[in-house]
T-cell receptor
Framework: QKEVEQNSGPLSVPEGAIASLNCTYSDRGSQSFFWYRQYSGKSPELIMSIYSNGDKEDGRFTAQLNKASQYVSLLIRDSQPSDSATYLCAGFYSGGGADGLTFGKGTHLIIQP | NAGVTQTPKFRILKIGQSMTLQCTQDMNHNYMYWYRQDPGMGLKLIYYSVGAGITDKGEVPNGYNVSRSTTEDFPLRLELAAPSQTSVYFC??????????????FGDGTRLSIL
């Protein structure tokens, strides 16, 4: 069973602080991981992708992957009210009859002005 | 730069009716996907296609059918609509990759209600 688990929140963070979002996955066969941001009533928008162990930084966002612990995280520095959204963690699984993304249920992030 | 285009944006169906959700992409991507998202939930894969003429089932294919006659188009067919199919449907596409390390680009979604 390919599962991606996230705390649904809501996670409330003061403006300017660091928001930390976490995700665990069950199947070691996953090859790539993605963080998507989804505003209410909108489609998912890619924020970060990560394929190898360690950290990957892009502007205010840092993705972290630990394949040994089956753990993925997203850090948002200097959080802004516009960062308030649901963040979806997804892993790509290939083979076994279904090539595609397995999504977590998402973490609802609220940035307090 | 259209990307992934889905039509219609909203639709209400009666139980037992059928319809086709349209999806087209102009990025020449080989891979295309259909997901559904129920309220408060993540997206679940319905069907996917790795190229024209090739389709395969995802996690929740029951009650749906797809076809892929061209690279650009990947329609999703609902036969005998049921209330459990009330959801938001997203189409996505990505370039070919053996490792799945190319991000998927999503359309704006179709909000479907079955009454």
């Amino acid at each position: 069973q390919k599962e991606v688990e996230q705390n649904s929140g809501p996670l409330s963070v003061p403006e300017g602080a660091i928001a930390s979002l976490n995700c665990t996955y069950s199947d070691r066969g996953s090859q790539s991981f993605f963080w998507y941001r989804q505003y209410s009533g909108k489609s998912p928008e890619l924020i970060m992708s990560i394929y190898s162990n360690g950290d990957k930084e892009d502007g205010r966002f840092t993705a972290q992957l630990n394949k040994a612990s089956q753990y993925v995280s997203l850090l948002i520095r200097d959080s802004q009210p516009s960062d308030s959204a649901t963040y979806l963690c997804a892993g790509f699984y290939s083979g076994g009859g279904a090539d595609g993304l397995t999504f977590g249920k998402g973490t609802h992030l609220i940035i307090q002005p | 730069n259209a990307g992934v285009t889905q039509t219609p944006k909203f639709r209400i169906l009666k139980i037992g009716q059928s319809m086709t959700l349209q999806c087209t992409q102009d990025m020449n991507h080989n891979y295309m996907y259909w997901y559904r998202q129920d309220p408060g939930m993540g997206l679940k894969l319905i069907y996917y296609s790795v190229g024209a003429g090739i389709t395969d089932k995802g996690e929740v294919p029951n009650g749906y059918n797809v076809s892929r006659s061209t690279t650009e188009d990947f329609p999703l067919r609902l036969e005998l609509a049921a209330p459990s199919q009330t959801s938001v449907y997203f189409c996505a596409s990505s370039p070919y990759t053996r490792r799945g390390n190319q991000p998927q680009h999503f359309g704006d979604g179709t909000r479907l209600s079955i009454l």
